[in-house]
Protein backbone atom coordinates (compact mmCIF):
# COMPACT_ATOMS: atom_id res chain seq x y z
CA UNK A 1 0.00 0.00 0.00
CA UNK A 2 0.67 3.40 -0.32
CA UNK A 3 1.59 6.38 2.30
CA UNK A 4 -1.21 9.23 2.04
CA UNK A 5 1.14 12.24 1.63
CA UNK A 6 -1.24 14.13 0.43
CA UNK A 7 -2.94 16.74 2.98
CA UNK A 8 -6.80 17.95 3.19
CA UNK A 9 -7.99 20.32 1.29
CA UNK A 10 -10.76 23.28 1.90
CA UNK A 11 -13.36 22.91 -1.01
CA UNK A 12 -15.00 26.19 -0.07
CA UNK A 13 -12.40 29.39 0.12
CA UNK A 14 -11.24 30.02 3.23
CA UNK A 15 -13.16 32.97 4.46
CA UNK A 16 -11.15 36.63 4.58
CA UNK A 17 -10.81 38.24 7.11
CA UNK A 18 -13.72 40.79 7.90
CA UNK A 19 -14.49 43.93 10.11
CA UNK A 20 -18.12 44.41 11.37
CA UNK A 21 -19.46 47.18 12.99
CA UNK A 22 -21.14 47.48 16.25
CA UNK A 23 -24.45 49.91 15.72
CA UNK A 24 -24.56 52.95 17.36
CA UNK A 25 -24.52 52.71 21.86
CA UNK A 26 -23.68 49.07 21.53
CA UNK A 27 -20.19 47.32 21.64
CA UNK A 28 -21.13 44.04 20.23
CA UNK A 29 -22.37 42.75 16.50
CA UNK A 30 -24.09 39.77 15.57
CA UNK A 31 -21.41 38.41 12.49
CA UNK A 32 -22.02 35.45 10.70
CA UNK A 33 -19.20 33.69 7.93
CA UNK A 34 -19.38 30.59 5.55
CA UNK A 35 -17.66 27.71 6.94
CA UNK A 36 -14.74 26.24 5.13
CA UNK A 37 -15.50 22.86 4.01
CA UNK A 38 -12.80 20.43 3.61
CA UNK A 39 -12.47 17.00 1.77
CA UNK A 40 -9.70 14.84 1.31
CA UNK A 41 -8.58 12.10 -1.44
CA UNK A 42 -9.01 9.26 1.52
CA UNK A 43 -12.80 10.08 2.27
CA UNK A 44 -12.08 10.58 5.82
CA UNK A 45 -11.39 13.87 7.34
CA UNK A 46 -12.02 15.21 10.39
CA UNK A 47 -11.96 19.42 10.81
CA UNK A 48 -10.96 20.86 14.13
CA UNK A 49 -13.34 23.96 14.78
CA UNK A 50 -12.83 27.46 16.41
CA UNK A 51 -14.56 27.89 20.02
CA UNK A 52 -16.50 30.79 17.58
CA UNK A 53 -19.21 29.38 15.04
CA UNK A 54 -21.28 31.06 13.26
CA UNK A 55 -24.24 33.21 13.74
CA UNK A 56 -22.53 34.70 16.99
CA UNK A 57 -22.35 37.89 19.21
CA UNK A 58 -19.21 39.03 19.51
CA UNK A 59 -18.16 42.40 21.43
CA UNK A 60 -15.54 44.93 19.73
CA UNK A 61 -12.63 43.12 19.64
CA UNK A 62 -10.05 40.91 17.47
CA UNK A 63 -11.07 37.61 17.45
CA UNK A 64 -8.50 35.19 15.34
CA UNK A 65 -10.50 31.98 14.17
CA UNK A 66 -8.31 28.76 13.01
CA UNK A 67 -9.98 25.55 11.25
CA UNK A 68 -8.43 22.72 10.58
CA UNK A 69 -8.79 19.89 8.53
CA UNK A 70 -6.70 16.66 9.25
CA UNK A 71 -6.60 13.01 7.32
CA UNK A 72 -6.75 9.62 8.78
CA UNK A 73 -2.76 9.84 7.81
CA UNK A 74 -2.25 12.84 9.99
CA UNK A 75 -1.98 15.40 6.96
CA UNK A 76 -3.32 18.56 7.75
CA UNK A 77 -3.96 22.35 6.45
CA UNK A 78 -5.31 25.21 8.15
CA UNK A 79 -7.45 27.76 7.35
CA UNK A 80 -6.92 31.57 9.17
CA UNK A 81 -8.52 34.74 9.24
CA UNK A 82 -10.16 36.88 11.75
CA UNK A 83 -13.00 38.15 13.16
CA UNK A 84 -12.79 42.36 14.20
CA UNK A 85 -15.75 44.16 15.71
CA UNK A 86 -15.45 47.88 15.59
CA UNK A 87 -17.20 49.78 18.50
CA UNK A 88 -19.20 53.05 16.71
CA UNK A 89 -18.01 55.08 20.04
CA UNK A 90 -14.49 54.14 19.39
CA UNK A 91 -15.06 57.19 17.11
CA UNK A 92 -17.01 60.26 19.08
Given at each position: ?????????????????MDFYAAECSSDALVSWDEPVASDNS??????????????????????????????????????????????????
Amino acid sequence: SFADITPPSFTTPCPKSMDFYAAECSSDALVSWDEPVASDNSGNVSVSYPEIRPPTRLSSSFNPLTYIATDSSGNCVNCSFHLRVISMSSFL
